[in-house]
C-alpha cells in the first residue's frame, strides 16, 4: 500500500500536466478551423435595362471562393452585394494576389480579422 501512496502524487501531477499540453495542442488548430473553402458558386444579379420592362437575369459564375474568419453564406452575399453595386457589409474590396484560373480575375475582400478571396469573372 505504501508504494502506491508513494507514486499516488507524482501520478496527478503528471497526467494534469499532459491534460495542459494536449490543451494547448489544440488552440493552433482552432485558428485553421475558421478558414472555409467554399468552391465555386454562381450568382444571379438582376438590373433594368429599359424602363418599364422586367429585369433581365444575369449569373455570373464565381470560383475558388475561400473565407477565413467568415461563413460560406455570409461570402455569398458580401460577392452578390458586390456585383450589385450595393454595401459590402464594411467590406474592402480590391484586386488580390493568388492563382486562379483562366480567364477569371483574384479579388479579395477583407474587414478587420475577416477576410474572403474569390475568382470573378474575366473581361
Not at 477565413?68 to 452578390?80: E, L, Q
Given at each position: ?12 501531477i ?25 468552391g ?15 429585369k ?13 474568419g467568415?461563413?460560406c453564406s ?6 452578390t ?6 454595401p459590402?457589409e464594411?467590406?474592402k ?6 492563382k486562379v ?9 477583407t ?5 474572403i ?7
Amino acid at each position: 500500500m505504501r508504494a502506491v501512496r508513494r507514486w499516488q502524487g507524482p501520478a496527478t501531477i503528471g497526467s494534469a500536466l499532459a491534460f495542459a499540453l494536449g490543451a494547448l495542442a489544440l488552440i493552433p488548430g482552432a485558428a485553421v478551423a475558421s478558414t472555409h473553402a467554399c468552391g465555386n458558386h454562381t450568382i444571379v444579379i438582376e438590373q433594368e435595362t429599359e424602363p418599364g420592362k422586367p429585369k433581365t437575369k444575369y449569373k455570373l459564375p464565381v470560383k475558388q471562393i475561400v473565407t477565413k474568419g467568415v461563413s460560406c453564406s455570409s461570402a455569398y452575399k458580401v460577392i452578390t452585394a458586390l456585383y450589385s453595386g450595393k454595401p459590402t457589409e464594411g467590406f474592402k474590396c480590391a484586386s488580390g494576389k493568388f492563382k486562379v484560373p483562366k480567364y477569371t480575375i483574384p479579388q479579395q475582400c477583407t474587414k478587420p480579422g475577416k477576410k474572403i478571396q474569390f475568382a470573378g469573372q474575366g473581361g
